[in-house]
């Protein structure tokens, strides 16, 4: 079944640790996205990609990175995780025509502490 | 550029009654609109899109919208609202200046639905 997954779903991590939320989708989607949403907040594009070798910073400034070497794969890191990166990390993903929907993963609820 | 507003962060209604959440939004060119659910914990599910081919766009679980350029707008509607409703819901906008497909999302409005 075509879907778009994320791992973890939770995860609590002191501070200064390297973490890395995964996204895949079996969608065969080109375009891939990475939102951050804090609760009862609207959601901020910080990432997206076009296809395989393709990033580009979202509308919000964001000290995460992130990689697209496989289509169906788009991982985020944070090299050192603090407290103001707690939040919701949102994976999408979307066919190429322009307007298509945005297809969501389920999230990763992430803690810093 | 695009933009989206949604009125009212949080509607209550009772069960069987109307729902009507808001969404107007700002664009230069003929949009691409989306409304949105999202549930505790979870991702966003789309509940309908509006593309330009016909101004009242019906979606899942009993939701329609209807488009109307002359008021910038793209209400949410359900007859009869159910338990089951109750969730954050998010207009959204597509960006596609540069054939980009970026989605710029209103604040969200949380519906609640008391018996």
């Known amino acids: 079944e075509a879907d778009i997954y994320q791992t973890p779903r939770y995860l609590v991590i002191g501070t200064g640790k390297k973490i890395t939320l995964e996204c895949s989708q079996t969608?065969?989607?080109?375009?891939m996205y990475w939102y951050q949403q804090d609760p009862g907040m609207e959601l901020h594009l910080i990432h997206y990609s076009y296809g395989v070798n393709s990033t580009e910073k979202g509308d919000l400034s964001s000290e995460s990175t992130v990689s697209r070497i496989r289509t169906e794969h788009f991982p985020l890191t944070l090299e050192s995780a603090r407290p103001s990166h707690t939040s919701q990390y949102l994976c999408?993903?979307?066919?190429?025509?322009?307007?298509?929907?945005?297809?969501f993963g389920p999230g990763t609820r992430l803690t810093v502490l | 550029a695009q933009s989206v507003t949604q009125l009212g962060s949080h509607v209550s209604v009772s069960e069987g009654a109307l729902v009507l959440l808001r969404c107007n939004y700002s664009s230069s060119v003929p949009p691409y609109l989306f409304w949105y659910v999202q549930y505790p914990n979870q991702g966003l599910q789309l509940l309908l899109k509006y593309t330009s081919a016909a101004t009242l766009v019906k979606g899942i679980n009993g939701f329609e919208a209807e488009f109307k350029k002359s008021e910038t707008s793209f209400h949410l509607t359900k007859p009869s609202a159910h338990m089951s409703d109750a969730a954050e819901y998010f207009c959204?906008?597509?960006?596609?200046?540069?054939?980009?497909?970026?989605?710029?999302f209103g604040a969200g409005t949380r519906l609640a639905v008391h018996p």
């Open positions: 969608m065969g989607h080109d375009k």
């Open positions: 959204a906008v597509s960006d596609t200046a540069g054939g980009y497909n970026k989605l710029i």
């Open positions: 999408a993903s979307s066919e190429e025509l322009v307007g298509n929907e945005q297809f």
